[in-house]
């Protein structure tokens, strides 16, 4: 093989590996690391093997794992004839060994990190993840810490890998040790969650439920989490924040306005549950969400009254906002934002503050619901607004549209005319350039749960 071919070889291979942790990254939060978020434990070794456990026995989970595992072996393929070693062999079965991990093939997982280990992937982060594939019950938990210790005498690169390898020790050799900080409460807004282990157990069934779109019995588990009252608040938020979700799903499709209002009120609370506690800033994320989903619900399926513009469209607009803040790669949450800014003419007209928002798109399609604006809106959000130029180019248009948008909406040649001339060329030039998805009316969107987007993408 010459030395071009080689190359290219090994750029495909590594662009799949990119692709698949990209991939894995959404998707280990959504399926694995949200089935943490509530016990306050993602960083607990005993924990995250208990978990692995319970989601290999999920059909569809082992399904997403093993078409992440095909793709490893195309990369495989790829590089199966160059000389060893080289630089894609290490990347590739790290990543190989979280798959593993993570539907409990421990000693295949170990293995695989044991090669990673062998062709120059760092000592520091490799030796960690391997000491989580051993039995700690089963008689392997001195090799782990043997891993763990000499990840602590190597130079660590990475700052906090020292103390989290210690803290691992410690819980290894602890079985009766499940925090993961000094205060085993700190996670829980100070209260025990001794009491609360078939409640997560449950949870972890509503996530699991949730991330099937299946809704009716995400809400079920989530109501007799909440009912049974547990002692950790984390469990307490996360469950709130998952039920929310479900009746949230449940008003928009049944165009009840008092399923989004107990969405709404459910995920309020959520928040305020998760200011006691010290969970992930995704975790929190996903209630605010919930918050900015409710309403944009109520908004979609015209049962929001006119005099509750004022306050409940600002509201949702920031929750949205604190949510891409908290968590910056939430595609689902600048969607909805980007669904929001859409209407903001509706708003100002029912006296809600609201910023700028696509003026000639909206006027020459005569409504802020046209999938043309939704597509515009979400350009300028999720691309326009990510560049300096694209913000300068955004505020002119504010600034010099709206009498050209004044003068269109009063006439239906100039509306037909914008439209053939202007909105449909844009639109065409974004989905080209932007990659931007055509969005159907909103009232036909299909609503996935917050997350399956990203997971798919």
Known sequence: MGASEREASLLAATAIIKEIEQKLRHFAFMASGTANVYSGMMDNFRLKRKQAQAFAEVGWYRDRIASYMAECRRAEGMIAGLATPNEAIGPLKFLEGRLYSLIGKWREARTCYEIALANGMPEVMTRYFLAHTYDFDGGEAALAIQHLERAIEIADPYGKMEGECAKQIDIISNPGNTGSSSDPAAHTGGQSMGGDEELRRKMERAAAEALRDNWPETQRLCTEILKAMPTSLALDAMARTQRSLALAFKGYKEADR?????????????????????????????????????????????????????????????????????????????????????????AKMHGAKAGGKCFIATAACGTPWASEVLVLSAFRDDSLSRSRIGRAFTRLYYDVSPPFASLIARSIFLRRAAMALIVKPAVHVVQKVGNTKCLPQLGSLKMNHPGERRVER
Not at 266 to 285: G, L
């Open 258 to 346: 008092a399923s989004l209002n107990e969405a709404l009120d459910e995920a309020r609370r959520a928040v305020q549950v998760f200011q006691k506690t010290n969970e992930p800033a995704k975790s929190v994320a996903l209630a605010h969400r919930a918050i900015g989903m409710s309403i944009s619900f109520m908004i979609a399926q015209s049962v929001i009254h006119a005099d509750e513009w004022p306050t409940l469209f600002p509201e949702a607009v920031a929750a949205l906002e604190k949510a891409i803040q908290l968590d910056p790669e939430d595609k689902e949450a600048r969607r909805q934002l980007g669904i929001l800014n859409s209407a903001r003419e509706v």
